[in-house]
């Protein structure tokens, strides 16, 4: 089947150069680190990682997490405790609104990319001196769009918070090499202070990021408990990510060839009775409304060899079930036509 409902953006998932990195590193590390980074997990190949991305990401320094989830989870709950302040948008990340639950701050939502509402809410809030934490995904996973990001920007410079970007499906997909929302619209550390990024999506392997200043990775090390509490990623698999940094950095014809054929899927659809949001990523929803109506044109899809998940609540909000195509540099040009008929001849369409 065709897989329409993957993050390997880049199609570097599959890639021999990454497999053969991992495979050297096996051969040098073993599988497995042995123990959490603190106490002897943590290696050169980590390291040079970490280096590596900070530079990629023009900023201080980064830190390796296992996942994404832990990242934000462990770094949200490093940064506030009982009595400070945490704002989301709705739309945010299951793991950046569990962040901010177990964090214990006091934690309120604004809705979906709504700045205006964000800051009638910082007004409304006695904030006094406690520490305030704005945070957004930078792509939204499940619409496809961006933050505002320079509105947030300003609003957080404007009450003295901190925000925290989410960049998981913006690197290596945005900017002219990959290096994401943030860095491509030339936001800095005192803009964006925490900035946090995964492995398993656009770079074809697993684990996460979080970059920042000096001061902002040394109290992660010293107080982020998904971060201590853990053992580290396998050295093999942080080798293994070096090289695929190289890729996305330097394969520019990736980045192109997503903007070429999510051109052509929107324009393939045109004029048909479909929703799509308003997306310019390689997410592209088609909002269908009642789960029923989701999972029949996804089967409808699997008949024809196209494989599309069906999202449904609590993933996304009630009556707005979809068909969330993800448009990836290993696709072809047949497959996104292939798609766009299948979709056009489904009975509810
Ligand atoms: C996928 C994703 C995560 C989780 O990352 P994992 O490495 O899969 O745990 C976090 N945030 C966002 C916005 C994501 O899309």
Known sequence: MINFSSNDYLGLAGDARIAKAFAEGIEKWGTGSGASHLISGHTAAHHELEESLADFTGRPRALLYSSGYAANVGVINALLSVGDFVFEDRLNHASLLDGGWISRANFQWFPHNDIHSLCSLLQSTEIGTARTLIVSDGTFSMDGDYCDLAALVDTANAHNAWLMIDDAHGFGVVGECGEGLVAANEFGVDDVQVLVGTLGKAFGTAG????????????????????????????????????????????????????????????????CNVTLLPSISSIQPIVLGAPESALDIANHLEQRGLFVTPIRPPTVPQGSSRLRVTITAAHRESDVTQLVEAIRSAPTV
């Not at 942080?238 to 070429?260: Q, Y």
């Open 208 to 271: 996460a990021f979080v970059t920042g200043t000096d001061d902002l990775i040394e109290t992660l090390i010293q107080r982020s408990r998904n971060y201590i509490f853990t053992t580290a990623m396998p050295a093999a698999l942080a080798h293994a990510t070096k090289t695929s940094l190289e890729i996305v950095k330097s394969e520019n014809w990736r980045r192109r060839r997503i903007v070429e054929l999510v051109r052509l899927f929107r324009q393939g659809l045109d004029g």
